[in-house]
Structure formats: structure tokens, C-alpha cells
């Protein structure tokens, strides 16, 4: 055990931190004010500031401070499958404490030289995402959703049914319905042995959600570097995860830049997104995470920031024609899946998806002519009704089926509702799957 | 040397009490344990220095020893750049050991075990300036020209230059004399610090002569000029990074330096992967020949983006002085604005809009203006052209990065959503995007002669075809289909056509991907002809199903070789439809 320095006067004290005199602190180490875990944030000669995870309740001018000398770190090994830890990796299942080696979390950074092109399809059987927003291994995207959305549990449907061998959960400010929704489901799957969870529940303390993506991605990049596994990571709701910094940073008296928001955000979210990886011995690490919004906006700083990190978004919305929700075919996007489409899938499938979302894109235009008391036009009438068709065979969460009979279900309606020059395809491909017999309504 | 020790840190800003003189922008080396971590100075208040540390500062101690070199952020320049992939502050990540980027690891930016061929271009005798050629190596396939070092003042005779043979890049190649009798030993390799322009030229003119980057809402409707500048900003989802890089693969550029600043790593992984099989359009070898890319990722350490952007501008600079086209990109620059403003808020500086620093629209202005066509001291001709994007916060153009950029950058390329959202790519946006080189009389002149004559006035013509199209549109969805004339649909639908077969482009597809500017002009005038074509529809209905076959054919025209059997059939499906058109207006007039 190295020699334990205690401080006991504080000079200053806020919600989130502390400050006092204290020779040879680090930036970045672990320490406990009053027992309670903390984390020093700056040095200043022997002005030291720490933030205390828990908040300051109960910490007194004459508090005793004990630095530990190195920063948070998490033990990792193979016991790790299977358990539900806390922000500091500390055990919440009353099972056994971990065993393994000591790694400080938020590691370096991978080489980009040393990263491979992340090149394989993570099929979820949701056309939404599989046909118009294909996923691969090492990416990483989030689910833009709105408060009142089954977010969590469209994250839990696709991390059941992607093919992972390890599935990491992090959940920051997770309602502790979410919290055993997510247990029950990985229970009832029967695949506890497989899983490992990190989580803060609303009723913990919001700076410990600080710790919790790191965390989860320290356990991560064990399991895909040196178990050279494929692994999957949830994070719900990063924008929680967002405030707690921003309540740090204005405790820090730091100047805010949009929405309040520290200006180091797109850095502090980056270094947790870009932990998603494709490492050439073929362990990957996919992260699919949550951003909730507000009423659907984009343009606040956290989903913005967010988005222009990660390789894409999948929106989720209501679909009030055909009632159920949908993968917003417009706002969606999934960057990486030029890497796998119409080259891991069949060749028709970039033009039949670019297809499909623009006469989806004529319904809407033509459904707001008929909102605003116009005439439709015979090719909007036809457009109205494709788009109806598309939405409750192909977007909607609920579809499970393979690529394949995603692209012919898209062939089938193309050809019910349109002639072939309206559809815009390749004519190499019009020759191969326009099937003359199957055409019924067009004129 | 200078020393200093460490008394504060907060994240990367480091707290240094010195001993002795210290510089602004001096490097200084922090003494952990078994590293030296490099910084910056940005600050010095008496004896406290202010330094941005390139590394996470996790393992430094209070009372660390610092030592000042003396020296500002200098780039290594010599042959052997083209091909490597740096980090933002030129250490060659593929000498780096491990799958990590271990803190502290520096890797030398050349090759000192490497032969070049070299070849004198002076003889003994001959006086000569800074930036003066004296020989030239093969470095790929590109004429490296050996230089007097940038750095040199004055005039200098040659005293011995080497022969023709193979040399390593610290081999001496050249003994200067200056005009005090100083002997100065040449070889391949000289540094150059990074914030400072290279400027040995003789002069910079206004651009005149296009750049073709195969793009056709650019090369056509917007071009960018040799030695130009342009920024393309844009919300996240609509194309930025792809419009990017489908630009750096078929531009028509002698050299490309990518910076990846601040971006996701699997961008640059996807240009490590795919320009050693790309086969440059314009000399047959693969492109990451002619190509160096920079990398500071998003998740490498934010003060080495501010870098990582000059790095790469100097390094085109030294290109620059060897007579060649140089294309910068660089993705994001306001990534490097953001790194600027995390610094300038730790450091407690008052704040400027949206807490950025007052100085950016300053630093921004200096940094593009590096870009430029300039005549060297030989009379030879190179240029650097600089392409940024931006990544305006919440997709609103009205805020600080954006603005800077715009009274800087003459091409101006606007992503839109709305475009992006209909699938419509590239989403450049087609009226509010611009190139202020088609202003430019002597840029009108070059096109005249280059492409055809008027060539401009026609490209200003069919962006009032759009404009047009636009308004139509307006007033249709204002008024109803049928509530307007049928010839509100004609205009409407001619700038639908301008759209589907101009403006879009499929960039994964191999063939629609890189447009000659031959063919542009060829499909130009067919659009334009079509465009001036007077019809007559006798109800709204008919112009849509007219138009859409129109389109079709021009699409599958786009997707076929230039000049294919394939293309020519789809053209003589469109002349025979435009024909039959023609016959049945006559009939109805």
C-alpha cells in the first residue's frame, strides 16, 4: 500500500466540488472526500479542485480528503461477464468483487493505421435499419428519440437479435423500470453469461453517470482487444450523460457555449464514440447508443454534437397512418453502409433503397398538397398509397426478415405502384427484377 | 537551454513557472517519468507560462521539469512525405509501435534509410535565393525538387553541388556561400515552422484557370480555380465528408494533402484502404502516391487539431514551391475552431460569439490566404488550392466559424438538408452556393478559350433556369397544379431536369463518379438546348410525364462510358423523344 495523503481544509465548496490545499496532487486521480469517491479536476499549485461524484451534501470545511494516487480504473477479466456493476465498477448484483487486472479507464487512443475498414454487416432483421440504414461491425450510431418513444426498448430488440458475443450495457440515468426492463429482457433471453452492465439509475447520484461510458468501454476493448470478440455496446441516454457535464463545467465557472453546454462537448463525447473500433484480428466494437431530445430537435447541442461524431442516426417516429412506429426514413442515415450494401448484399440494393425513399419522399410532398386542400394528381394518389404500404411492410420496428426478402418486398412494391421510368433504377437491374406478371395497379 | 517547472494543470492546459526568457509558440518538453510530453506555450505573464499540451496530461506531477527549446512547431521537409500518414504533429503513425498510440511516442516524419535519385539542376558558381531549385529527386513518381533552405536570407553562391546518383536525405548535396563567406552544407531535408507562410515566390496572381475536380455542380455551375479557396459547410447527414473525398479522388491535382481534423477515424481508415487501389484519373498511378494524409481524429488529443491544419498547409506550401498543383483539404476546420475555443475558455480570455475567441474571423482569414496561385523565382507556376469544410453548430450558417469562412473562402458550397433528406446528392444546395471566379474577367477569358466560347454566360444562364424553376415551384405549391399556367410547370420541371441529370451525381458509382470535363460540356449544351426548347402541353399532367422520361434517359446517359455504345443508344432515345416532341408542338401551334 503506498503512503496515504489526508487533507482535512477545504477552502471552498460547491454542489459538485471542492477545493483545498494539498501538495503533489495529479490531474485526473481518484480521491475520497469524506469517504466519498471523487476525482481531482484541476491543479493549481497546491490549489487543488476536486469533483465529488456524490455531490458536496455533508462535506464541511474540516472534511477529510485522502488522494489515492491513480486514476479511476476498472479490474478486468473474464469474471466480468455476467455481473451488473455501479459508475465505479463496484458490484450491484451482491455478487462476489472483481478480480483481474487493474486498468485505468478512458485509455489511449487506437492507431488509425492499425484500424481495419469496418466492412461486416451487423443485420437486425428491421428493415428500417438493415435495408436503409445498414449497420456494421465497429460502427457507431445512435438512436435519436423523443422522451415519450420506446427507445430502450427498440436498443434491447437489436441487441438480441444482433449476432455479438459480448453485449455491454451502459445506462446513465436509467429509470429503474428501464433498469430491470433491460435485466429481465437479457434474463428471459437466457443471455446473462454474455452480458455485462454499468449502471446509474436515476436515483444515483448524476455525476457518477460520468464514469459509466468508460467504464463500459475499458470492459469493451477488453473483451474485442484481448479476447478478440465481437462486441457490442449500449449506452442510454447520453444526453443525461451530457448535463452531468455541463453541471461540472458551470461548477467549474467555465464559460458555456451552446445550450449551456461545456465547449469541450464534441471532445468529451468523441472520445467515448470513437472507442467503437474493427481491429484487424477481427474483435470489433459496435456502439449503438440513445440521444434523447427534445420535441424532436436536432439542432441543441447534444444531438448535434453527437451526430456529427457518429456514423449516422436512427430516428424513431410515429406513424400515425398506419399506428405503429417507424425508422424515419429521411432523417435516418447510416454512413458505413456503403461498406456493405450492394457488395455483402445483393447489387440491387442501393439503388432499390435510394428508390424507394424518393417516391416515399413524393407521398410526403404530395401529402402535404392534399393537407392544404389541393388536388391530387393521379401519380400523388398513387405515390399516397405506396407510401402507406412501404411503411407498414418495411419501416416499421416490429418487421423481422432477412435482406434478401426486404429487397423483393421492395421490387413488389415498386412495381404495384409505378412504371418503370418513374422509379429511376439502373436499366441492368430493371431487367433482372422487373418482373412484367407482377404488376397489378400501374397504368 | 531554458527550464521551467510545472505548477498547475488543468486538462491540457499546463501551468509553467520559468527560469529565464521564454518565447510565444515556443515548444516546451514536460519530463514524466519515463516520457518527454511536448507543449506549447500560449501564454507569458512575467515569469507563469501558459502551455497547451499535445497529450493527455494524466501522469504529470507537480514541480515536473520543463525544458524550453527554443524552437516554434516546425514540419520536416524532404522527400518521402507523399504515401505517409501523420498525426497532426508529423510523427509518421506507421513507425508507431503497438495497436495504442502510446503517450510521449514520436516517430520521425522521413525516411533517413531510404535512397533518392537525384539529379543537379545548377552548376557550381551560380547564385541562387531561398526556394531556388538545386536538383531534383524522384519521389514516386513526382520531380521532389531539392531546395535552397526557405529559411536562408540573402543571396548565396553555389560552391559544390553533388553529382548524378543515389543519396540519402541527410547526405549533403549542396555547399552554399553567403555573401559574408558563411559555408552552408545542404541536403534533402530543411524544417520549416508551421505557422509562418512559406513566401519564397516572386508573385501571387488571381486565379484564372479551373480546377477540375470531375464534379459537375462544381466544375460546371460552381468551379473552383487553380490556387483557389472554397468551404463547404453543411449539417450533419448531408454529404460532407463524401462530397469531400469524392473530390480528393478525381480532382485533377499533381498533389493531395488530406487533413483529417478532429473527424471520425473511420474516415481516414476508408482513404487508408481505398487510395492504395484508386487509380488517379489523371496520370494512371494509384492515388496515394500523389496523397499524405494528416490525421488528428476526434479522439487524439484536441490541441494537436490546431496543428494538424497547419502541418498540412505547410506541406502544401513546400509542394507549392516545387511548381506543383497542390489540393488541401481539410475536414473539419471547425474542429480547429472548437480546439481554439476549449483553450482560450480554460485560459479564462474574455469571450467572443459563442464563447469562441475573439480572434477567429483573424485566424481563419490568415490561414486561407496561405492558399494561392504564385509564380516562383524561375518562372515556373504552382498553387495551392484549400477546400475546408465546415460543421456549423445545429446547422445554422449564422455562427462564428461559418461567417469567418465566408469573408474569406470565394467558393462557397451550401449542403442542405432538405436535399439530403430527398436523396438528392451531392446536396449543394444550387442557388445559394457560388463561385466568385466566374466574376473574375480573367477566369472568363481562360473558359473561353479552355472550354468554349461564353462558356460562363451559359452556366449563368441555367442558374437563372434554376432560379426560375424554383420560383415556379413556389408558386405552385402556393396556387395548386392546375390553378397555374401549364408553362409554370415547364420552367419547374427544366430545373428538375437540370437537377436530376446536372446537379446529381452518384458517387459510388464508378462511371457517374468522375465526370470529364469534355463530357460536362457535352451534356452542358445538350441540357442547355433543351432548356431553350419552347413546348406546348395542353395540361400540367402531360409536362411531368414528358419531363420524367427525359430525365430517365439523361440518368442512364450519366450512368454509361462517355461515348459507349450503351451511351449512344440513350442518346438516340432522347433525340428521337425531344423529336417527337418538337413534331407535335408544331402540329398544336
Excluded at chain 1, 449476432?163 to 434474463?187: H, P, Q, V, W
Excluded at chain 2, 479564462?348 to 516562383?376: H, M
Excluded at chain 2, 524561375?378 to 453548430?393: E, L, M, Y
Amino acid at each position: 500500500m503506498r503512503f496515504k495523503r489526508i487533507y482535512t481544509k477545504i477552502s471552498n465548496i460547491t454542489k459538485a466540488t471542492c477545493t483545498l490545499k494539498a501538495e503533489g496532487a495529479r490531474y485526473g486521480e481518484l480521491a475520497r472526500v469524506n469517504g466519498m469517491p471523487a476525482q481531482v479536476i484541476s491543479v493549481l499549485g497546491d490549489n487543488v479542485t476536486v469533483q465529488v461524484f456524490s455531490g458536496t451534501e455533508g462535506v464541511s470545511s474540516h472534511s477529510e480528503v485522502i488522494f489515492s494516487g491513480s486514476p479511476p480504473s476498472l479490474k478486468v477479466s473474464d469474471l466480468l461477464a455476467g455481473r451488473f456493476l455501479n459508475g465505479y465498477g463496484e458490484p450491484i448484483d451482491g455478487g462476489p468483487e472483481l478480480r483481474g487486472e487493474d486498468r485505468v479507464i478512458k485509455g489511449n487512443a487506437v492507431n488509425p493505421v492499425k484500424r481495419s475498414q469496418p466492412s461486416t454487416l451487423l443485420a437486425t432483421g428491421i428493415a428500417g435499419i438493415d435495408l436503409n440504414n445498414t449497420l456494421v461491425t465497429g460502427q457507431k450510431i445512435p438512436f435519436f428519440a423523443n422522451p415519450d418513444q420506446p427507445y430502450n426498448q427498440v436498443l434491447a430488440e437489436v441487441a438480441m437479435r444482433a449476432e455479438a458475443d459480448k453485449i455491454i450495457l451502459g445506462g446513465m440515468g436509467l429509470s429503474n423500470d428501464d433498469y430491470l426492463f433491460f435485466k429481465n429482457t437479457f434474463t428471459k433471453a437466457g443471455v446473462l453469461n454474455k452480458i455485462v452492465c454499468f449502471i446509474n439509475t436515476s436515483e444515483n447520484p448524476p455525476l457518477e453517470r460520468l464514469l459509466i461510458p468508460d467504464m463500459t468501454c475499458t470492459a469493451a476493448e477488453y473483451f474485442a482487444n484481448d479476447q478478440k470478440q465481437k462486441v457490442l455496446v449500449l449506452l442510454t441516454d447520453m444526453t443525461l450523460y451530457a448535463d452531468a457535464l455541463a453541471i461540472v463545467a458551470n461548477k467549474m465557472d467555465q464559460i458555456p457555449s451552446k445550450d449551456s453546454m461545456p465547449g469541450s462537448l464534441y471532445s468529451d463525447l468523441a472520445s467515448i464514440y470513437e472507442k467503437s473500433v474493427q481491429f484487424a484480428h477481427g474483435g470489433s466494437i459496435t456502439i449503438i447508443a440513445v440521444t434523447t431530445l427534445n420535441e424532436g430537435d436536432i439542432t441543441h447541442a447534444i444531438p448535434d454534437n453527437t451526430g456529427y461524431i457518429t456514423e449516422g442516426q436512427l430516428f424513431l417516429k410515429q406513424d400515425a397512418d398506419i399506428g405503429k412506429v417507424i425508422i424515419d426514413p429521411f432523417r435516418s442515415l447510416s454512413r458505413l453502409k456503403q461498406n456493405v450494401i450492394g457488395k455483402k448484399t445483393r447489387e440491387d440494393h442501393p439503388q432499390v433503397m435510394n428508390a424507394l425513399v424518393r417516391l416515399y419522399a413524393d407521398a410526403m410532398d404530395a401529402k402535404t398538397k392534399k393537407e392544404n386542400g389541393f388536388d391530387l394528381n393521379e401519380y400523388d394518389k398513387r405515390c399516397l398509397d405506396f407510401a402507406k404500404e412501404y411503411s407498414r411492410k418495411l419501416l416499421a420496428v416490429d418487421v423481422n426478415i432477412p435482406i434478401d426478402q426486404m429487397l423483393d418486398t421492395g421490387w413488389q412494391l415498386l412495381q404495384t405502384y409505378f412504371k418503370k421510368f418513374e422509379v429511376g433504377i439502373k436499366e441492368e437491374f430493371i431487367e433482372q427484377y422487373w418482373h412484367e406478371e407482377q404488376t397489378i395497379n400501374a397504368l | 537551454m531554458n527550464t521551467g517547472k510545472v505548477t498547475g494543470v488543468i486538462s491540457n492546459l499546463i501551468f509553467i513557472e520559468a527560469h529565464g526568457a521564454v518565447t510565444q509558440n515556443e515548444i516546451c518538453l514536460i519530463h514524466t517519468e519515463n516520457k518527454r510530453l511536448m507543449a506549447e506555450v500560449i501564454r507569458i505573464t512575467g515569469t507563469q507560462v501558459s502551455a497547451q499540451l499535445f497529450e493527455t496530461s494524466m501522469t504529470i506531477k507537480m514541480g515536473s521539469l520543463v525544458d524550453f527549446t527554443g524552437r516554434m512547431l516546425e514540419v520536416e521537409l524532404g522527400p518521402g512525405i507523399l504515401s505517409k500518414k501523420y498525426d497532426g504533429l508529423q510523427n509518421d503513425l506507421t513507425k508507431m509501435s503497438g495497436l495504442f498510440i502510446d503517450m510521449g511516442q514520436t516517430t520521425p516524419p522521413l525516411d533517413s534509410d531510404v535512397y533518392y535519385s537525384f539529379t543537379p539542376l545548377i552548376k557550381a558558381g551560380e547564385t541562387l535565393h531561398a526556394g531556388d531549385w538545386l536538383g531534383s529527386v524522384k519521389e514516386n513518381w513526382i520531380d521532389h525538387k531539392i531546395m535552397v533552405p526557405f529559411v536562408l536570407k540573402g543571396t548565396y553562391t553555389v560552391e559544390s553541388i553533388t553529382k548524378k546518383g543515389d543519396y540519402l536525405i541527410n547526405d549533403v548535396m549542396a555547399v552554399l556561400s553567403s555573401e559574408k563567406g558563411e559555408k552552408i552544407e545542404v541536403t534533402m531535408v530543411q524544417k520549416w515552422p508551421v505557422k509562418r507562410a512559406i513566401s519564397t515566390f516572386r508573385q501571387k496572381i488571381r486565379p484564372n484557370k479551373i480546377l477540375q475536380t470531375g464534379l459537375r455542380v462544381i466544375d460546371t455551375l460552381n468551379p473552383i480555380a487553380e490556387g483557389g479557396t472554397g468551404y463547404i459547410p453543411g449539417p450533419f447527414g448531408t454529404g460532407k465528408t463524401v462530397l469531400q473525398q469524392a473530390i480528393a479522388k478525381n480532382s485533377k491535382a499533381d498533389i493531395l494533402i488530406m487533413v483529417a481534423c478532429g473527424e471520425r477515424a473511420n474516415e481516414v481508415v476508408e482513404i487508408f484502404t481505398e487510395f492504395p487501389k484508386l487509380t488517379d484519373p489523371d496520370t494512371g498511378r494509384t492515388l496515394d502516391e500523389k496523397t499524405t494524409i494528416i490525421c488528428n481524429t476526434s479522439n487524439m488529443p484536441v490541441a494537436a487539431r490546431e496543428a494538424s491544419v497547419y502541418v498540412g498547409m505547410t506541406l502544401a506550401e513546400y509542394y507549392r514551391a516545387m511548381g506543383l498543383k497542390v489540393l488541401i483539404l481539410a475536414d473539419s476546420t471547425s474542429r480547429w475552431a472548437q480546439a481554439l475555443r476549449e483553450m482560450s475558455n480554460r485560459m479564462e480570455e474574455l469571450p467572443g460569439p459563442d464563447a469562441f475567441p475573439v480572434e477567429l474571423p483573424a485566424t481563419i482569414a490568415n490561414f486561407y490566404s496561405r492558399a494561392g496561385l504564385t509564380e516562383l523565382n524561375n518562372g515556373a507556376w504552382g498553387s495551392v488550392t484549400f477546400i475546408g469544410t465546415v460543421s456549423p453548430a445545429g446547422g445554422n450558417f449564422k455562427e462564428p466559424v461559418t461567417e469567418s469562412t465566408s469573408k474569406v473562402a470565394r467558393c462557397f458550397y451550401a449542403l442542405s438538408q432538405k436535399r439530403a433528406d430527398a436523396k438528392r446528392y451531392p446536396a449543394i444546395d444550387p442557388i445559394a452556393s457560388y463561385s466568385k471566379y466566374l466574376d473574375y474577367p480573367e477566369f472568363v477569358e481562360n473558359t473561353d478559350t479552355s472550354i468554349q466560347k461564353g462558356w460562363v454566360a451559359k452556366v449563368k444562364k441555367c442558374k437563372d433556369l434554376i432560379r426560375n424553376g424554383l420560383e415556379a415551384r413556389d408558386q405552385i405549391s402556393i396556387l395548386g397544379d392546375d390553378a397555374v399556367p401549364v408553362e409554370y410547370h415547364v420552367v419547374f420541371w427544366k430545373s428538375e431536369m437540370i437537377d436530376f441529370a446536372l446537379i446529381q451525381q452518384d458517387s459510388f458509382d464508378d462511371v457517374d463518379m468522375n465526370t470529364s470535363l469534355e463530357r460536362q460540356q457535352y451534356m452542358f449544351n445538350k441540357l442547355m438546348e433543351i432548356g431553350d426548347m419552347e413546348f406546348h402541353f395542353s395540361e400540367f399532367e402531360e409536362v411531368g410525364t414528358f419531363f420524367k422520361q427525359i430525365i430517365n434517359i439523361l440518368k442512364q446517359m450519366n450512368y454509361s462510358p462517355f461515348d459507349s455504345s450503351q451511351f449512344k443508344k440513350h442518346h438516340k432515345e432522347l433525340e428521337k423523344a425531344l423529336q417527337n416532341m418538337r413534331e407535335k408542338t408544331l402540329t398544336e401551334l
